[in-house]
Structures are given as structure tokens and as C-alpha cells.
């Protein structure tokens, strides 16, 4: 069974760090497209990071530049958010998806399996 599980959310200060690890089993994690996405309260769900299985390349949503990056590693089937001089519009749901698609836009409609989130508050 297709299963992605989060952790590693809760309060950071602007200018700390954070990572976030994605779990996943029942699929091969290098041969599947995955995905950061987030939340906050009164808005849509957005895509922060995703990476291509197909030639490894990645997209990021512009508020997140030179600021996260993601990792897969399939030794331990977890693929990882690495959140570097968060902000408070960074505090959100996160939740890491899978896709099987041909390419996926980096957006919510073209994931099919999600984890249950964690949260994320930058905050001092």
C-alpha cells in the first residue's frame, strides 16, 4: 500500500533551519515524482518543491529560491524538505506528494498520494 508519512515540523525562528522528512513505502521512491507542497490557514494548497524522476530536474515556487531544497534517498525511502532562513510566510501545513505522471506540473491536481502533513510556525 502507497503510504507517505511527515515529520520534522514545529517552530523555527526566521533565520534557523528546519528539514522535513517524507517517509514513504509501497512505491519506489526513485522512480516516482515527488513533491513539497503547503497550506495556511484561508489559502490554496501550493507546490514549494518538486523533483522529477524522469531527468532529476526540480521546480520551486519563487518565494522559496536560494532558500529550500529537497533531497530523495531511496535507502531509506525518505525524501527530505530542506528549509534554510524561514519567514513567517513560510508557516504552513507541508506535505509531501507522489505522482505518476508522464511530468507534473508542480501543483496539487497533478499529485495522487499524500501524506497527513506537518506543521510548520516561524516565529521567534
Known amino acids: 500500500q502507497v503510504q507517505l508519512v511527515e515529520s520534522g515540523g514545529g517552530l523555527v525562528q526566521p533565520g534557523g533551519s528546519l528539514t522535513l522528512s517524507c517517509q514513504v513505502s509501497g512505491f519506489r521512491l526513485d522512480y516516482t515524482h515527488i513533491g513539497w507542497f503547503r497550506q495556511a490557514p484561508g489559502k490554496e494548497r501550493e507546490g514549494v518543491l518538486c523533483?522529477?524522476?524522469?531527468?532529476?530536474?526540480?521546480w520551486n515556487v519563487c518565494s522559496v529560491k536560494d532558500r529550500f531544497s529537497m533531497q530523495r534517498n531511496k535507502y531509506n525511502h525518505t525524501a527530505y524538505l530542506h528549509m534554510n532562513w524561514p519567514i513567517p510566510d513560510d508557516t504552513a501545513v507541508y506535505y509531501c506528494?507522489?505522482?505518476?505522471?508522464?511530468?507534473?506540473?508542480?501543483?496539487?491536481?497533478?499529485?495522487?498520494?499524500w501524506g497527513q502533513g506537518t506543521q510548520v510556525t516561524v516565529s521567534s
Open positions: 523533483l522529477s524522476a524522469i531527468d532529476g530536474s526540480s
Open positions: 506528494a507522489a505522482s505518476w505522471g508522464i511530468h507534473p506540473e508542480c501543483a496539487a491536481h497533478a499529485y495522487s498520494s
